[in-house]
């Protein structure tokens, strides 16, 4: 069993920057990919960003360039640098955490980028 507590989101002007967090504990020693998904109002999930327990990072096309996914293994725990925001990436944010078993999903924090 896993648990995923996520933190930050919140509202933003557009060109602006927030930073999301998400902490892992459980059954946590073993190979995982940890990152951040999104949906928005009628659309499907997406990937927003995602990072391997060893060291591998993935990104979402919309948001190369402009997001960050770093990583903290000793504390089971990634952060995602949003910059120059866009009206576009408001969506609810949901961190993942997946193993060969299958995913772990985050309660879900609202991103709303509007001015």
């Known amino acids: 069993q896993v648990q995923l507590v996520e933190s930050g989101g919140g509202s933003v002007q557009p060109g602006g920057s927030l930073r999301l967090s998400c902490t892992a504990s459980?059954?946590?020693?073993?190979?995982?990919?940890m990152g951040w998904y999104r949906q928005a109002p009628g659309k499907q999930r997406e990937l927003v960003a995602a990072s391997s327990s060893q060291g591998k990072m993935s990104y979402g096309d919309s948001v190369k360039g402009r997001f960050i996914i770093s990583r903290d293994n000793a504390k089971n725990t990634v952060h995602l640098q949003m910059n120059s925001l866009k009206t576009e990436d408001t969506a609810v944010y949901y961190c993942?955490?997946?193993?060969?078993?299958?995913?772990?999903w985050g309660q879900g924090t609202q991103v709303t980028v509007s001015s």
């Open positions: 993942n955490f997946r193993t060969g078993w299958g995913d772990t």
């Open positions: 459980g059954n946590t020693l073993m190979f995982n990919v």
